[in-house]
């Protein structure tokens, strides 16, 4: 169990910071065409473009919200790999010894 955890953390890991790394350029990404628009609002506004740049905006969202929700994903992943031997470690050892004490015939814990 120790073993496929950490194989499957270190890999979760690995991807994750691919992961973040999409993100991020999303999120700077969007920020950077907030910024511009708000830098030439007044421009915007005299074009009749404030509906179509709130359009791209909006789609520019959820193409981060997406991005973000993989990232989010592979963290929980992380996470909860990482702690599955500490959560199930106690249980499995109790298991182990009551397999062990019918298998020799010696007194169980139930008995």
């Known amino acids: 169990m120790i073993l496929v ?5 270190t890999w979760a890991a690995k991807m994750t910071s691919e992961k973040q790394k999409i993100w991020a350029g999303a999120v700077q990404s969007r920020i950077s065409s907030v910024a ?25 969202q959820e193409k981060e ?6 990232y989010r994903w592979m963290v929980l992943l992380t996470n909860t790999t990482g702690h599955v031997p500490q959560t199930f ?3 499995l050892t109790f298991v182990a010894f009551e397999v062990r004490a019918r298998i020799h015939g010696s007194e169980s814990l139930f008995y």
């Open 65 to 70: 919200m997406n991005s973000g929700m993989v």
């Open 5 to 9: 955890c950490g194989a499957s953390n």
């Open 36 to 60: 511009s628009m708000l830098g030439s609002i007044k421009s915007v506004k005299m074009m009749g473009l404030a509906g179509v740049l709130s359009q791209n905006i909006r789609g520019q």
């Open 89 to 91: 470690a106690p249980v």
